[in-house]
């Protein structure tokens, strides 16, 4: 009984004392923010466009990657201090400001970045009929002239969860129309057959976007997910 | 008193026992340390130094290591804890990364070495110094596959302990600068090394020109194709080589895959020995005697220390040396996409009209194949080491229901019988069991037919083969093709397609690009050539493109070059029971995604070149990043 009550202290004091060895503290700053255009956060595939932040003054230095979440937010906890942030060249279906920036952070601060996407996605509708789902859209060229880049393909994306986009596995299914069969890009309609599995259970809604892949560009612009019931 | 005096003598012994020759009498020399001019002064202890580089040969596949053999969905691979191989995505961008400069550094100070060494004939030295060039020279090549353009380093450096340690850092070259330097140094080396076909494991003429026409391809289909993925480059050219170099390194490397066809590096040719076609191939990788298509091999010998256990990882379960096997499963987009003898593709006939095709015994769904298939894969039927493989998934009654098992070999009682009957092959395919063909097959080549290659106490020694005849073939028939040279290419095609028993030869309107491919696909499978065929081509992010293979694509397209990788499918047998009918006791067989491929892998742009870690960056703030990473 004594043993165990001395074990208990000295533990419990181990456990109180050790904390003041952890001298570091935890990072303390969050920072968020959305990819902005025109005031609109740009879709993305989810962790698929990245950019860097680099903390200067400890030692070796290593970027912290920040991964662009599928409605254009992003979020990363950091430590307070002096930053600078960089696209990677050839991240993202936009072009990115080519400036480092340099920005301080104490405590939680937000900071949207603009960018000048290739193209954009207006009116993008979306409809369930009979066991597929419709959708139309229109795509505008936003950087024209000599940076311009021509359209790939148009592609309808359905996902049995929340996280859509062409990569996103065996769980749902996509619809593509390649440039040349696109008569014009203001008027773009495209369906698709939604799979049946038995093995999976039944459910009344499936996730859906529209994304554009731009020729020499990998990664794909997007609409907005949209949760479509039946 | 006595004391005293004893003391004294004492005293007077240790002062005068001192003396100028001491240190002599002390410097002994060591037991257990051979010093450099002990090493460099014996043929035999250079040559053991020469060794140990030799073995520190870099290969993207090797038989010591079953699953960089089968890489890209190419097999599915049976063992419980690599089926997360099948549920990712893709690739992180550091994977396939090397950076071994440290191996560059020892091949460099053994050429310093050796080449002050006084001892040696002048005929030793020179082959020796060739032959650490050529390994320099190897892991260049690789380093330029993997990396792009790197430093080139060629002699030893000594940090001065200044504190700056700049003048040590060396920016990247241009990728074509190291290609350049293969090249070149292949050029220098092929009269220098012996012309001796039967020196396999040593470098020779053949392998270094086997090198020279290999790293000349594969530079002249970066500068062509990379013309496609503008992205996949550098501005300084450290990734990426300008379009119009192509002509001239395709040039080269017809010319030096042309002097081993021509015999100017020794009697090389393909491997004919044996009358049955797919024994023959296979014969390939396990025959030693007298074999004429090896080049550069990595050889091993049981009770010489140094054996490996591919056979071991991959022989087929059922009747296996040890209580496991049958890890590599090729996939049925492989298995079909080998064309019929007369030269054309066709899909394994499993249905026509969605009704089952039933076939009298097992085998006889792959009949009339390319020969290499059978040489490749062990089929439904075949045996290895004179045991027949036990390969079935169940039974299919009339109403097409299935009775299968979940253990091997498992017996149960059917409707309509009395009495268990086994219901599943001792070899599976049952989804999800490890070690069963969960694909409908295991992988024949490299298995050692030898008796105890299986055993983790005798292992295999079944050579590794770097460089082969048909190989050399295939490049010169790529070469003369992208240089406008078809007669010449299917020619070169003919001969490797005579060997497999393909009947029909091509002639020179039937070379096209994807028939290159496609004959590098079926005759090079498996021996990590594959990936940098893909990259080079910069096909890489188009077959892997990220989606999922539906059942009804998966057998379309056979033998285009653009056709999805991106998951394996398999073929199962089943045996057919419905007392009474005509059909009772035929097989059918069904295709379908193995429950455990759930992802579908996408090759990134990121991927065609590793990532250079961030750690030699900040080492080395000279070197740039890779694009797209």
């Known amino acids: 009984m004594k043993a165990k009550f001395y074990v208990l202290l000295f533990g419990g004091l181990l456990l109180i004392t050790s904390c003041e060895l952890d001298n570091y503290n935890e990072p303390d700053a969050i920072l968020t923010g959305n990819i902005l255009y025109d005031g609109e956060a740009i879709p993305v595939a989810r962790n698929q466009v990245r950019f860097e932040l680099w903390q200067s003054g400890y030692g070796s230095p290593a970027p912290i990657d920040v991964a662009i979440a599928q409605d254009g937010s992003y979020s990363s906890r950091i430590f307070s201090g002096d930053y600078k942030l960089a696209f990677l060249p050839g991240e993202g279906p936009f072009r990115a400001p080519t400036d480092t920036l340099y920005f301080s952070v104490s405590g939680d601060k937000e900071m949207n970045l603009t960018v000048t996407p290739y193209y954009t996605i207006q009116n993008a509708q979306f409809s369930h009929a009979a066991g597929s789902i419709d959708a139309s859209c229109s795509v505008n060229q936003i950087i024209s002239g000599a940076d311009s880049r021509a359209v790939e393909r148009v592609t309808l994306v359905i996902n049995r969860t929340l996280f859509v986009d062409a990569n996103s596995g065996s769980e749902g299914s996509i619809a593509q129309i390649d440039a040349e069969d696109i008569s014009d890009l203001n008027n773009i309609s495209m369906s698709v057959e939604i799979p049946s599995d038995p093995t999976k259970p039944d459910q009344n809604y499936i996730f859906a976007r529209i994304g554009v892949k731009i020729e020499g560009v990998e990664d794909m612009i997007y609409t907005q997910v949209e949760k479509i019931t039946f | ?629």
């Not at chain 2, 990247?172 to 290609?179: D, F, L, P, S, V």
């Not at chain 2, 003429?205 to 086997?210: D, E």
């Not at chain 2, 080589?241 to 021509?262: E, F, R, V």
């Open chain 2, 1 to 629: 008193m006595k004391k005293h005096i004893f003391l004294l003598v004492i005293i007077a012994l240790v002062a005068w026992s001192c003396s100028k020759t001491d240190e002599e009498f002390l410097d002994r020399p060591s037991t257990s340390i051979l010093t450099q001019e002990q090493i460099f002064s014996d043929p035999k202890t250079t040559l053991s130094v020469l060794a140990d580089l030799y073995n520190r040969y870099y290969d993207f596949g090797t038989v010591e290591d079953w699953s960089t053999m089968a890489r890209f969905n190419i097999a599915y691979w049976s063992e419980a804890g690599r089926y997360p191989v099948f549920q990712n995505n893709g690739w992180g961008y550091g994977e396939w990364s090397t950076w071994d400069y440290t191996y560059i550094r020892e091949i460099n100070l053994f050429l310093e070495r050796c080449a002050e060494a006084t001892e040696l004939t002048d005929e030793d030295k020179t082959r020796f110094l060739a032959e650490a060039r050529f390994l320099r020279a190897s892991y260049y090549f690789e380093l330029v596959k993997r990396m792009g353009g790197v430093p080139l380093i060629l002699e030893s450096e000594t940090y001065d302990f200044s504190g700056d340690a700049s003048y040590l850092q060396h920016p990247r070259e241009t990728e074509a600068a190291i290609y350049d330097f293969v090249i070149s140094e292949a050029e220098a080396l092929k009269d220098i090394l012996p012309t001796d076909a039967n020196t396999k494991s040593r470098a020779t003429k053949g392998a270094v020109l086997a090198m020279q026409a290999r790293a000349a391809l594969y530079a002249g289909s970066i500068a062509k194709y990379g013309a496609t993925t503008p992205q996949v480059s550098l501005p300084g050219g450290e990734v990426g080589i300008p379009a119009s170099m192509a002509d001239g390194y395709y040039t080269k490397a017809l010319q030096a895959a042309q002097s081993i066809i021509n015999g100017e590096a020794g009697a090389y040719a393909l491997y004919t020995k044996k009358p049955d076609l797919s024994e023959n191939f296979s014969s390939i990788f396990y025959d030693k005697a007298n074999n004429p298509e090896a080049i550069f091999v990595e050889d091993y010998q049981v009770g010489g220390g140094k054996t490996h256990y591919f056979t071991g990882a991959n022989q087929p379960r059922f009747g296996a040396e040890e209580e496991e096997g049958g890890r590599i499963n090729p996939s049925l987009q492989f298995v079909q996409s080998f064309e019929l003898t007369d030269g054309s593709y066709a899909p394994l006939a499993n249905e026509s009209g969605g009704e089952p095709i039933y076939y009298d015994n097992i085998g006889d769904i792959f009949e009339g194949r390319d020969a290499r298939l059978a040489g490749t894969v062990i089929l439904p039927g075949s045996s290895f080491k004179s045991t027949e493989v036990d390969i079935w998934a169940g039974v299919v009654l009339g109403d097409g229901s299935v009775v299968s098992g979940d253990s091997r070999g498992q017996e149960k009682e059917l409707p309509g019988s009395t009495g268990q009957v086994q219901v599943v092959g001792f070899d599976g395919p049952i989804d999800g069991l490890e070690f069963t063909a969960q694909t409908g097959f295991y992988i024949r080549k490299y298995q050692d037919p030898a008796t105890g290659s299986g055993r983790r106490g005798t292992q295999s020694d079944v050579w590794f083969i770097r460089y082969r005849y048909a190989e050399v073939l295939l490049n010169a028939a790529e070469a003369a093709f992208e240089l406008g040279q078809s007669e010449v290419a299917a020619g070169y095609l003919n001969q490797v397609r005579a060997r497999a028993g393909i009947t029909v030869p091509l002639t020179a309107a039937d070379v096209t690009f994807d028939r290159i491919v496609h004959e590098r696909y079926v005759e090079l499978a498996f021996e990590g050539l594959h990936f940098f065929d893909l990259k080079r081509w910069r096909l890489a992010h188009v077959v892997l493109d990220g989606n999922p293979i539906s059942e009804s694509e998966v057998t379309q397209n056979i033998g285009v070059a653009t056709k999805r990788e991106t998951q394996p499918y398999s073929i199962w047998p089943y045996k057919y029971y419905n007392p009474g009918d005509p059909n009772d006791g035929k097989w059918l067989y069904r295709i379908l995604r193995l429950s455990r491929v759930t992802g579908a892998d996408r090759f990134q742009m990121g991927n065609y070149y590793s990532e250079i870690g961030q750690n030699l960056i900040n080492n080395n703030p000279l070197l740039v990043r890779n694009p797209n990473q």
